[in-house]
């Protein structure tokens, strides 16, 4: 560190220090402005654009209620463009219209749509325990199976345990049926849930 024997010294060095490096200062702090005006730029789009994204989900919500071909073709819109949570929620609904309808393979593809659109693994796996049950339902068995393999979490053990034994009974594989809900009873299934598959089970002995 350098002494100085005066004031004037010490202003001296100072001139000389902002005059060495006095534009790499100044393109530091331009730099580091735009840097700070960019990040609140971006945090506030970022704001906005979910702000926007949760207003479009409502309202794509309240057109799938209104029950209307034109309503519904606006939701379908909305679910198409936005891949991200809301657009995969918003695909969830239009299933669940679908399948009340009977309309399954539409069903089927909003909820492939959904799947894509989102990250989120609890998400990911509603979505992919409802297109196992419309799976077995269209008898793609080994979609179903296939499907059910993706599921993460323990959570959804016993409910993926019931499909499955849905799935390989539909393909008259009994013994895997079998095996599938014993595997479901152990897994702390809801205790109606628990009861139905070991009906299920005893209904095979029949």
Do not use: C
Request: charged share 25%; net charge negative.
């Amino acid at each position: 560190m350098e002494i100085y024997e005066n004031d004037n010294e010490q202003v001296d060095a100072l001139k000389r220090f902002f005059a060495e490096n006095g534009k790499a200062l100044a393109v530091g702090v331009i730099l580091g402005i735009g840097a700070l005006v960019g990040w609140r730029y971006w945090n506030n789009h970022q704001i906005e654009t979910a702000r926007s994204a949760s207003q479009g989900y409502e309202n794509a919500i309240t057109a799938i209620r209104a029950d209307k071909p034109e309503t519904l073709t606006a939701a379908e819109k909305f679910a198409a463009e936005n891949k991200n949570t809301y657009g995969a929620l918003a695909s969830l609904e239009l299933a669940q219209q679908y399948v009340e309808r009977n309309e399954l393979e539409k069903a089927s593809a909003q909820l492939q749509q959904g799947l894509a659109a989102t990250s989120d693994e609890n998400l990911k796996g509603m979505i992919n325990i409802r297109l196992a049950r419309i799976q077995v339902q269209l008898k793609q068995q080994d979609a179903a199976l296939k499907t059910l393999d993706s599921v993460k979490g323990d959570g959804w053990a016993a409910i993926v345990a019931d499909l499955r034994g849905e799935a390989l009974l539909s393909k008259g594989d009994k013994q895997g049926a079998r095996t599938a809900w014993e595997n479901g009873v152990k897994n702390n299934a809801s205790p109606a849930l628990s009861e139905m598959m070991q009906m299920k089970i005893n209904n095979l002995s029949i």
